[in-house]
RNA sequence: GGUGUGGUAGUUCAGCUGGUUAGAAUGCCGCCCUGUCACGGCGGAGGUCGUGGGUUCGAGCCCCAUCCACACCGCCA
């Protein structure tokens, strides 16, 4: 044994034990005759003392040691006369009486600290030992209490684990596929998952009637801070259900982890708003709801008084930022200049004050009357402090999303963004398809096993953009942190689909016949969801981005910096594989 | 594919209008210090200013190109 206890566990009430312990050095203090040495391992640190009047040699030695050093000690544990307080063991410390260095360590390259030195990079590169540092390890730890808490109430509930092969065809539709070479089956390729979905439908019509895994999924897109090209979903399926069915138990499991994780209890029933509300509301399909400002729409307000702006869009919308009247003109520039950002594309950015004593202010004042001003503080439902403002645009779904960029904008600013705050809702009724610009044709805006809402199959054949479908997204806190279907059980249904995909009767046989052909022996109404892990680690741990939740990410551009991933094969390996390689342009 | 921000000591950053020997903090090394816990004191070492080119009497600073990182847009059923 290299240890009989580790370094968070001494109390006051272990004084006299003779105890070992192992681990890393986290700081020396010299103090001349005496040194102290903070010895750390996942479970807290513990303070060792030398004393040159108790054992010169062993002091001596003490001072010998660098940071990160891999010591094992042996002593007494003692009170302190100084305690601290700061720590569970500050109570206190070990009267060493030997010291054994099991590994030296060189210099790390930043310190390993709650609030280390080291930026981003660095500590990706060193990625092993930014992990030694608790803030880090702290997510990890919250992450795996996750997915404990998940598979204890899953299957309390009954649910089956179920892995599904990493190696699997690759599919049309959605994002780009990872893809594997085959030694075996020279010129061929495997795809790596995007998700299980087609598989776990295939085990419903194999009759586990309740199956969840918690699995890598894999996307080769470009990526955000949210967003990894191999990210952890928590996968579920069910049978012989409805979408309430679903909705309520996996509202169910996200109460339950929030009671256990950050003791926080919902006691009332999750919002629900149609995807058609959030878009017209919110200009977003996964709104923050920690705050109002609600869009409101003012073509009747404003259109129509020779403000050619407004007389000629087809949609304005305004938001009532509470108390914002304060904000100089300096401030209101930086906003505009924030709308008329490339990546948000306004032209330009109305607003108007309300002041104490009830008038209104705004920038327009030269195209509109007072009474007009009132009409749109009345419609906007503003009082004496308040700040509206305005966007217009000729795309209204384009205008509704730089208003929300602005409404987020002004949430933060305002600090209405409380990361101890959580607003959880579902996104329901989504569109069935949408347009691609780029394919010219419709696709399907979950995927295309998708049920359509029973009243709008017969607006297949007459107008499919119009169809809603059994879709739900959670979201909490303006993060979409899950989603999913009732899905198509029926092949004449699903073929349609495929139909209105755009996909010929062969192609649609080819890519997913397998699934078709499975529906006929026997599939039973059948729906589910899949959780983002990483996004609600991220989320209960107040990160910023989900990076800091999983252990060995990648980074922007997709690298691993410390495995320095990827990189070109071997030509034998290529030889192997059969595989010619482009030179790089 | 696009937009923006950044790249200077081991690390995190400052560096003015282009002008002498590029600074601070922290880390590291040495000496001192017997109750520290962000210990303290004194001293020291440490630089391809991302890379390449250009403008200039003179470039960390200006221009062009390029690489890398981060954030975002497109993309991500």
């Not at 540092?133 to 808490?149: F, I």
């Not at 402090?385 to 217009?392: A, E, K, P, R």
């Not at 205008?399 to 600090?415: I, V």
Request: charged residues 30%.
């Amino acid at each position: 044994m290299f240890r009989t206890v580790t370094c968070g566990e001494l109390r006051i009430a272990d004084v006299n034990k003779s105890v070992t312990l192992a681990g890393w050095v986290q700081k020396i203090r010299k103090m001349g005759g005496m040194t102290f040495v903070d010895l750390r391992d996942r479970y807290g640190i513990t303070q060792l003392v030398f004393s040159e009047d108790t054992n010169a040699e062993l002091c001596a030695k003490a001072n010998e040691l660098g940071r990160e050093f891999v010591i094992q000690v042996k002593g007494v544990v003692s009170e302190r006369s100084n305690p601290n307080k700061n720590i569970p063991t500050g109570d206190v410390e070990i009267l060493a009486n030997e010291l054994n260095v099991l590994n030296k360590s060189l210099t790390p390259p930043f310190t390993i600290e709650d609030n280390t030195d080291g930026g981003d990079d660095l500590r990706m590169v060193y990625r092993y030992l930014d992990l030694r540092r608790t803030a880090v390890r702290k997510n990890l730890e919250l992450r795996h209490k996750m997915t404990m808490e998940v598979r204890r109430y899953l299957d309390s509930k009954g649910f089956l684990e179920v892995e599904t092969p990493m190696l699997i065809g690759s599919t049309p539709e959605g994002a780009r596929d990872f893809v594997v070479p085959s030694r075996m089956n020279p010129g061929q390729f495997y795809a790596l998952p995007q998700s299980p979905q087609t598989l776990k439908q295939l085990l419903m019509v194999s009759g586990f009637d309740r199956y969840f895994q918690i699995v890598k999924c894999f996307r080769d897109e470009d990526l955000r801070a949210d967003r990894q090209p191999e990210f952890t979903q928590i996968d579920c399926e069910m049978s012989f259900v409805e979408q309430e069915d679903i909705i309520n138990l996996f509202e169910g499991m996200a109460k339950h982890l929030f009671k256990e994780l950050r003791g926080v209890e919902f006691k009332e029933d999750f919002k629900r708003m149609t995807w058609h509300d959030a878009m017209k509301y919110y200009g977003s399909d996964k709104p923050d709801l920690r705050f109002g400002m609600r869009f409101v729409e003012l073509m009747d307000t404003l259109k129509g008084y020779g403000f050619s702006v407004f007389d000629n869009a087809t949609y304005i919308g305004g938001i009532c930022a509470k108390g914002a009247a304060t904000y100089t003109r300096k401030q209101l520039d930086a906003l505009t200049e924030y709308v008329k950002r490339p990546q948000i594309g306004a032209k330009g950015m109305v607003y108007a004050r309300v002041e104490a004593d009830g008038t209104v202010k705004s920038s327009v004042d030269k195209f509109y009357s007072q009474d007009t001003l009132q009409a749109l503080k009345a419609k906007m439902e503003a009082e004496p402090g308040d700040l509206i403002l305005i966007l217009s645009g000729d795309d209204t779904q384009k205008t509704q999303k730089q208003l929300c960029e602005l409404r987020l904008k002004m949430g933060e600013d305002l600090g209405l963004r409380d990361k101890n705050v959580f607003a959880p809702l579902w996104v329901i009724d989504f569109p069935m398809f949408e347009w691609s610009d780029e394919e010219q044709r419709l696709m399907a805006m979950h995927h295309p096993f998708t049920h359509p809402k029973d009243e709008d199959i017969p607006l297949l054949d007459t107008d499919p953009a119009a169809v809603r479908a059994d879709a739900y997204d959670m979201v909490i806190n303006g993060v979409e942190v899950g989603g999913g279907s009732i899905r198509i059980h029926d092949p004449k249904l699903q073929a349609k689909m495929f139909e209105i995909l755009g996909f010929t009767p062969e192609k649609a046989q080819e890519q997913f016949g397998f699934l078709m052909n499975a529906f006929k022996y026997g599939a039973p109404p059948h729906g589910g969801l899949a959780y983002g892990l990483d996004r609600w680690v991220s989320l209960f741990a107040g990160l910023d981005s989900i990076r800091d939740c999983i252990a060995f990410p990648k980074n922007n551009s997709g690298r691993d910096v410390m495995l320095d991933a990827p990189a070109p094969l071997d030509q034998k390996q290529l030889d192997e594989l059969q595989l010619d390689v482009k030179a790089k342009q």
